[in-house]
């Protein structure tokens, strides 16, 4: 049967029942994690910052030398499957393209539409517990070694997830990673973002190598609509401890007050918090029902 709570686009095909066999066992995806993705949030039936996500996406095929099919049929393949699925219901979208079969061949590239995990929404309001974690390398190494494929977003995620299991096993729930010579990055699946007085911070992509994200991009782009100023800084963990807010911000879970780092409860502004959600439009879970 196939799955009601998730929608299948594939190029070439659209959209096609979930459970729908199409990946060959020889895609270069599969047998490399050699392919790139994006992921957007699905709200009111619509894919939010479409454009944004789709020339991050062209910026990862060109570093990865991948060539994408021309952006009207990326864009007819994305709203086959958001037209699919139910515009009453938050969705997870994923753009997925691969090299394509190990022997040469069209890239494989489809679209899926997904339920948002509860966990990632309850994470809107009762945040994250983080640790700290190296990545191993300098903060400025990425831009000068192209081939780590800084700011790219690959298939390649073992490492990203084997971080955010390992936060799991240890009793936390996500990661914060930081380079070799002592500086926050991002986090397995987000971005970093922090306020200190009336600013918020973002880390600098291009310097560093991590991805740009595209949720930070457009908190920070709207900072001024809840009197705050943007900008961008390198920061250490000890540096977060007396910020007055820090969130991991991304497509799917939206931002994710960052409430203990290392252990330690970090500043948190319930007001503050609400702001930050609001101008970037996520909505909380929904409340208990009331007894009786
Ligand atoms: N950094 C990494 C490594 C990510 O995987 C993600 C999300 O996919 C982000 C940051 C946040 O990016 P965005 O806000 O565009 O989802």
């Not at 994408?68 to 709203?79: G, S």
């Not at 936060?167 to 973002?193: C, F, Q, R």
């Amino acid at each position: 049967m196939s799955d009601p709570t998730r929608v299948l686009a594939v190029l070439g095909r659209g959209v096609v029942p979930a459970d729908t066999p199409f990946l060959r066992g020889d895609d270069l995806g599969i047998l490399r994690g050699d392919g790139i993705f994006e992921a957007i949030h699905v709200r009111d039936g619509r894919p939010w910052m479409l454009e944004e996500h789709l020339n991050r996406l062209a910026g990862s095929a060109a570093r990865m030398d991948l060539a994408l099919p021309p952006r009207p049929a990326l864009v007819d393949l994305v709203e086959q499957a958001v037209a699919a699925w139910p515009a009453h219901v938050e969705g997870a979208l994923r753009i997925v393209c691969t090299r394509g079969p190990e022997g040469g061949g069209e890239p494989t590239i489809f679209a899926s539409v997904s339920a948002i995990p509860p966990e990632s929404v309850r994470a809107r309001r009762d945040g994250v517990r983080v640790l700290t974690a190296t990545i191993g390398l300098p903060a400025r190494l990425r831009p000068e070694t192209p081939w780590l494929l800084g700011g790219a977003k690959t298939l390649s995620y073992a490492t990203n997830m084997a971080s955010v299991r390992w936060a799991k096993a240890s009793g936390a729930d996500d990661v914060l990673w930081i380079s070799s010579d002592g500086y926050a990055l991002e986090a397995p699946t987000s971005s970093l973002v922090w306020c200190r007085g009336s600013t918020l911070y973002t880390v600098p992509a291009k310097e560093t190598g991590i991805l740009a994200g595209t949720t930070a991009a457009y908190l920070l782009a709207h900072a001024g609509d809840i009197g705050l100023t943007a900008d961008e800084a390198l920061v250490t963990p000890d540096e977060l401890r007396s910020v007055d807010g820090a969130w991991f911000t991304s497509s799917v879970r939206g931002p994710a007050p960052i409430r203990t780092l290392d252990g330690i409860p970090l500043p948190y502004d319930p007001d503050l918090a609400a702001r930050v959600r609001t101008v970037l439009g996520f909505p909380l879970p929904p409340e208990p029902a009331a007894e009786g």
